[in-house]
């Protein structure tokens, strides 16, 4: 567990803009979750397999280097990245 202490010089309660930039955040981590599902879908459609079926032959280099295979690579992996940095936001508790 990691904590963090957070304090303002000013008078104005510092929790409820540090929530509401948090929630902020995350409705945009969701957003480019959803845009790269999308995404993600329209290369299984082409290529009429899996991701998780794609990344293991590419991984095994069973197919050939193209534009469109290293473009599904990167939103694979951003994909992974977005979901850990949202799962990390929803794991945030306040300290009363």
Known sequence: MT?????????R????????????ELRLLEAGQRQTERR???FE?????????FISRYENDEL?????????IGE????????EKADTLKDIQFAN
């Open 3 to 11: 904590d963090i202490k957070i304090t303002s010089t000013g008078n």
């Open 13 to 24: 309660k510092l929790r409820p803009l540090v929530e509401a930039a948090l929630a902020n």
């Open 40 to 42: 993600i879908n329209e």
């Open 45 to 53: 459609k082409k290529y009429r397999i899996s991701a998780q079926e």
């Open 64 to 72: 050939d280097e193209t534009l469109d295979f290293a473009e599904w």
């Open 76 to 83: 694979f992996k951003m994909l992974e990245r977005l979901r």
